[in-house]
């Protein structure tokens, strides 16, 4: 997703963070550019030590699982949202659902998890946000859209600078 939105050799192919991959994004939102710093980490053991020497710093956080995966859903919770929360209580978690082109596809509709369960996740106030995208239908600029309006409306309350994992 970061790599798409960045505008950088993409693939459709999944290739699994190792370590922490960091890219720099300008975004403009009501009229106000903010440059984001994305840490993009990966799931492994070994990149645990390394994302969890981030969360201090982080300004807003975004938790992606794949809408056609319930076992990703029930991880953004579970594992993520409660890792982010051991050190970061106040900060912004972004929920976003990706592949959402599967929406369209009749085929999938069953096996998919539902907007109002995801919705459920932020109106219980365990996400402040919910966004979904898709790489193939070039909706990503939303989430980082949203993350910006998330990072200014909590630079308004701190005046700090911004990084979002």
Request: one cysteine or more; a negative charge; proline letters at 2%.
């Amino acid at each position: 997703m970061v790599a798409k939105y960045h505008d950088v050799t993409y693939t459709e192919d999944y290739i699994p963070t190792i370590f922490t991959d960091q890219k720099n994004l300008n975004v403009t939102v009501d009229g106000k550019t903010v440059k984001l710093y994305v840490n993009d980490t990966g799931d492994s053991s070994q990149s645990a030590k390394n994302r969890k020497a981030f969360y201090d710093y982080i300004n807003v956080f975004i938790v992606c699982f794949a809408i056609n995966d319930k076992k990703s859903f029930d991880n953004a919770y579970e594992k993520w949202r409660s890792e982010i929360r051991e050190v970061a209580l106040k900060v912004p978690i972004i929920l976003v659902g990706t592949k959402s082109d599967l929406r369209n596809d009749p085929g999938s509709a069953q096996k998919l998890v539902s907007q109002q369960d995801a919705a459920d996740n932020v109106s219980s106030g365990y996400f402040s946000k919910y966004v979904e995208c898709s790489t193939n239908q070039n909706s990503i600029n939303e989430v980082f859209e949203t993350a910006a309006r998330e990072y200014l409306a909590v630079k308004s309350k701190e005046g700090c600078g911004c990084d979002i994992l």
